[in-house]
C-alpha cells in the first residue's frame, strides 16, 4: 500500500500541463482530433530494411524536428529519437502549464523542481554493435577476441551516439533543459514505465520532496533489435497487407500489436503550488496503484491477478471504490493474453458493472508506445474529462466472445466522465494504473 494512502490531509496533485510527440502528430489538440475520428498512426518500417522481416510495419512519429522547442540545439546535439521526442513533448507540457510565464519572473524554485521519467532507449547503434561483434569472432577458438572487437568497436562507434542510446539520457537532457535541480529518476519497467513514474512523482509531491514534477516517458524500439525481439517472442502482428487495422485490441481474430514510438509529458504540482500561481488545472491525480504478478518474465498471470491488486491499490490509494469509475483507459495491447487477462482483472474487480463501464484502448489508432505509452494514455484521460468524450478502440469489428465489455467500438463517445482509471502492464509483471479526476470535481 501506499505510504501516503487515501488521507484528507495530505497534499493533493494535480495536472497543470500535457505535451506529447506521437505517431498521429506532436501537438495536443491535432492528435486528440485524430483519435477522436478513430484514424490509425500506423504504415511501413521505412527506418531499417525491414523487407525479411515477419512484420514490416509500425507506427512512427514523422516529419518531426526537436530543435525549435529548446531553448540552445548545441545543449542537445547528437540526441537520439528517445530524448528528441522527451524534449518536443515537455516544452509543450511546460508552455501549457504557464511554467514559462512563471519562468521570466523568477517564481520557480529550481531546487523543488523535480523529474520522474520513464523512459527506454534511443535507436540502437546496430550496424556498428553488430559488425563489431563479427570483427571480433574468433571462429577457430569459438569465442570473441577482445581486441579485435575492440580495434573494429573503436573505429565505427562514436561515444556520444553509444551514450545517447541509454534509457536514463532523456532525464539528463530534460534537467538541463528545464535547470531541474530537485529529486530526479528514470524507471524502465517496460510497458508500464511511464505510468509507473507518474504515480512515483505523484508519491514524491505528497511526501513534500518538490513543489513540481516533471514526468512521463519516451521510448523507441523501431530498430532490428528491437523489432527481431518482439517478432521472436510472436508478440507483434504480422499483418503486413493491412497494417492500419492490424491493432485490433479485444478482436477475436487479433495477432499481436503494432510497435510505435514517441513520447508524452505532463507537469505535476501540489494544488497550494498550482493555486498560489493561478495556474489552470486540467485533472486530479486522485490514486496510484503497482504490483508484480510473480509469474513469468514475459506473460502476465492468465486471471490478470497483478492488473487487479494494482486496480485495487489505487482505488483504495484515492479512497474510491469501482462504482466511482467512469471510464477506464485499457492497457489492450491486441495480444491474445493481454487482453484477455486484463478482461478478466476488470471483471473480478466491477462484478456485474463491468459491461457498462466504458473502456477503450487508443493502441488500436497509436501503436504501443512501449515505455511511453501509459502518459500518452493518461494525457488522453486528461483531454476525455475535459471534453466530457471518450477515444473508440478501432479495428473491433469480430469480437472475442471471452472479451466481452463495453471497448467503446469505431466510434468516440459523448458522456458524462467525471474519474477515469488508466491501466498499463509491462513484460516481467509489472502492473500500473492511475486514478484521474476532473477538477474542481463538482464542476
Not at 561483434?133 to 565505427?156: F, I, K, M, T
Request: proline content about 6%; glycine content about 10%.
Amino acid at each position: 500500500m501506499s505510504p501516503t494512502m487515501h488521507s484528507p490531509d495530505r497534499p493533493r496533485i494535480v495536472v497543470t500541463g500535457i505535451g506529447w510527440v506521437t505517431p498521429l502528430g506532436h501537438a495536443i489538440e491535432p492528435v486528440w482530433q485524430r483519435l477522436l475520428a478513430g484514424e490509425s498512426g500506423v504504415g511501413p518500417i521505412t527506418r531499417f530494411d525491414a523487407s525479411t522481416f515477419p512484420t514490416r510495419f509500425c507506427a512512427r512519429v514523422l516529419d518531426y524536428d526537436w530543435r525549435p522547442y529548446v531553448r540552445d540545439a548545441a545543449l542537445h546535439e547528437g540526441v537520439l529519437p528517445n530524448t528528441a521526442f522527451a524534449l518536443g513533448a515537455a516544452a509543450q507540457a511546460w508552455q501549457s502549464a504557464g511554467l514559462d510565464r512563471l519562468d521570466a519572473d523568477g517564481g520557480l524554485d529550481r531546487d523543488r523542481l523535480g523529474l520522474y521519467l520513464g523512459c527506454g532507449e534511443g535507436v540502437i547503434d546496430f550496424d556498428s554493435y553488430v559488425g563489431s561483434n563479427l570483427a571480433g569472432w574468433d571462429a577457430e577458438h569459438n569465442r570473441v577476441d577482445p581486441q579485435r572487437w575492440y580495434a573494429a568497436a573503436n573505429a565505427s562507434m562514436q561515444p556520444v551516439t553509444e551514450i545517447e542510446q541509454e534509457a536514463n539520457m532523456p532525464l539528463s537532457h530534460l534537467a538541463m533543459e528545464f535547470d531541474a535541480r530537485g529529486p530526479s529518476y528514470n524507471c524502465l519497467t517496460a510497458c508500464a514505465a511511464s505510468t509507473q513514474a507518474i504515480g512515483e512523482a505523484t508519491e514524491v509531491l505528497r511526501l513534500g520532496d518538490a513543489d513540481v514534477m516533471i514526468t512521463g516517458g519516451a521510448h523507441t524500439m523501431i530498430h532490428p533489435l528491437g523489432v527481431t525481439g518482439f517478432n521472436r517472442l510472436t508478440a507483434l502482428s504480422t499483418r503486413n497487407e493491412s497494417p492500419q487495422t492490424a491493432s485490433r485490441p479485444f478482436s477475436a481474430d487479433r495477432d499481436g500489436f503494432v510497435l510505435g514510438e514517441g513520447a508524452g509529458i505532463v507537469i505535476l504540482e501540489t494544488l497550494e503550488h498550482a493555486q498560489k500561481r493561478n495556474a489552470a488545472i486540467l485533472a486530479e491525480v486522485l490514486g496510484y496503484g503497482a504490483s508484480a504478478d510473480a509469474y513469468r518474465v514475459t506473460d502476465m498471470h492468465p486471471e490478470g491477478r497483478g492488473p487487479l491488486a494494482a486496480m485495487q491499490q489505487a482505488l483504495d490509494d484515492a479512497g474510491l471504490s469501482p462504482a466511482d469509475i467512469d471510464y477506464i483507459s485499457v492497457h489492450g495491447t491486441s495480444t491474445h493474453e493481454n487482453d484477455h487477462a486484463e478482461t478478466r482483472a476488470i471483471k473480478r474487480l466491477f462484478g456485474q458493472r463491468a459491461a457498462k463501464v466504458p473502456a477503450s484502448s487508443i493502441k488500436s489508432m497509436l501503436g504501443h508506445l512501449i515505455a511511453a505509452a501509459g502518459v500518452v494514455e493518461a494525457i488522453a484521460c486528461v483531454l476525455a474529462i475535459r471534453d466530457q468524450t471518450v477515444p473508440p478502440t478501432i479495428n473491433l469489428h469480430n469480437p472475442d466472445p471471452e472479451c466481452d465489455l463495453d471497448y467503446v467500438p469505431h466510434t468516440a463517445r459523448k458522456m458524462t466522465l467525471r474519474t477515469c482509471l488508466s491501466n498499463n502492464y509491462g513484460f516481467g509483471g509489472q502492473n500500473n494504473t492511475l486514478i484521474l479526476r476532473r477538477y474542481p470535481p463538482q464542476s
